[in-house]
């Protein structure tokens, strides 16, 4: 019988590269150390089988003073 042991990192980076190379595709991330426990991520560059990588990213919206916002700024404490 075949057992998995799965292993899991999270945490906050920025992207500070994405390149293609010879059909690779390698990404650069740069996140604070304090962030990154480096033991579990050793971990889990020596597994076999590789790996899931899952990126996300937060996206904010400006909305212009000149436009009708449909009340979104009153719930931002922003009163007209």
Do not use: C
Not at 6 to 12: G, L
Not at 22 to 27: F, S
Not at 49 to 74: F, H, M, P, Y
């Amino acid at each position: 019988m075949m057992s998995v042991d799965y292993k899991a990192i999270n945490f906050k980076a920025d992207l500070k590269n994405a390149k293609r190379t010879a059909g690779d595709t390698v990404i650069q991330l740069s996140a604070k150390g304090k962030d990154v426990d480096m033991n579990l991520l050793g971990e889990i560059m020596d597994a076999n089988g590789g790996v899931k990588v899952t990126i996300e990213s937060n996206q904010t919206e400006l909305v212009n003073d000149n436009r009708e916002a449909d009340g979104q700024t009153e719930l931002l404490g922003e009163d007209d």
